[in-house]
Every structure is written in structure tokens, then in C-alpha cells.
């Protein structure tokens, strides 16, 4: 987990023998979720959401194993 200087979350990763497993998160400085994502063995897999930093969608992809599939437009 990494910090802003003001000590809130920048970012929030799993990881599973060194490579990033699981869910994804990365933050404004203001606290706002800025992306979340799920990570399997290192490589995107599932659903990638992008906010602005007023809490507003602006993409949301689907991967399968580090391939966009889809791209949904909010």
C-alpha cells in the first residue's frame, strides 16, 4: 500500500508470490477512487473502471487475460 504525503491511500495491491493478484485500487490524493481493477497472475483480467476525481465514470473496460475485450462507454 502507498501513501500520499497528506497519509491517505494512493494505491492498494494484492500480490500472490510477487506478482499482483487480485483487486487494484489507485486514489486521488483527495480520497476518491481513481481506478479499480482485477489483476490475475500479473495481467488484467476482468473489469477496469477509471473515475475523474469527482467521483465521475469515464471508463470501463472489460480484459481477459491482458486483452481489452470490451470497452463500455458510461
Request: charged share 35%; no cysteine; glycine share 10%.
Amino acid at each position: 500500500m502507498d501513501y500520499y504525503e497528506n497519509g491517505s491511500p494512493k494505491t492498494i495491491q494484492y500480490y500472490k508470490m510477487g506478482v499482483r493478484d487480485g483487486r487494484q485500487m489507485v486514489y486521488y490524493q483527495n480520497g476518491k477512487l481513481k481506478m479499480d481493477v482485477s489483476v490475475t497472475d500479473g495481467k488484467l483480467n476482468g473489469e477496469r473502471k477509471m473515475y475523474t476525481e469527482d467521483g465521475k465514470l469515464i471508463s470501463d473496460e472489460i480484459y481477459e487475460d491482458g486483452n481489452m475485450m470490451e470497452r463500455k462507454l458510461p
